[in-house]
């Protein structure tokens, strides 16, 4: 089964950066893409990005492209999320997902870890 943990969240400042890690284990050889998700408090959950876990294939929302990077640490075994310039709309529980190449939904997540932005 596979367990996904993120580390790295906290409080920052405006115009501040911040990297995420998220650790899968656990038959990660079956994992086809590794995502990003985040949910401020009374809003929907929202794509942030993801990264294909072979290649290095990402994709963005329009709220983080540019600002947001998603990479894989080989050695590591972690798909980290660097975010640069925050504001304070980027305030939200942010968690890791991950999914096989059988299906579209991403059928693992992580317990999430808080980013605090203040102005």
């Known amino acids: 089964q596979v367990q996904l943990v993120e580390s790295g969240g906290g409080s920052v400042q405006t115009g501040d950066s911040l990297r995420l890690s998220c650790a899968p284990s656990?038959?990660?050889?079956?994992?086809?893409?590794v995502g990003w998700f985040r949910q401020a408090p009374g809003k929907e959950r929202e794509f942030v990005g993801s990264?294909?876990?072979?290649?290095?294939?990402?994709y963005y929302s329009d709220s983080v492209k540019g600002r947001f990077t998603i990479s894989r640490d080989d050695a590591k075994n972690t798909v980290d999320l660097q975010m640069s310039r925050l504001k304070p709309e980027d305030t939200a529980v942010y968690y890791c997902a991950a999914r096989t190449s059988a299906t579209l939904q991403f059928e693992y997540w992580g317990q999430g870890t808080q980013v605090t932005v203040s102005s």
């Open positions: 990264i294909r876990m072979r290649g290095s294939l990402s």
């Open positions: 656990g038959g990660t050889f079956s994992l086809y893409v």
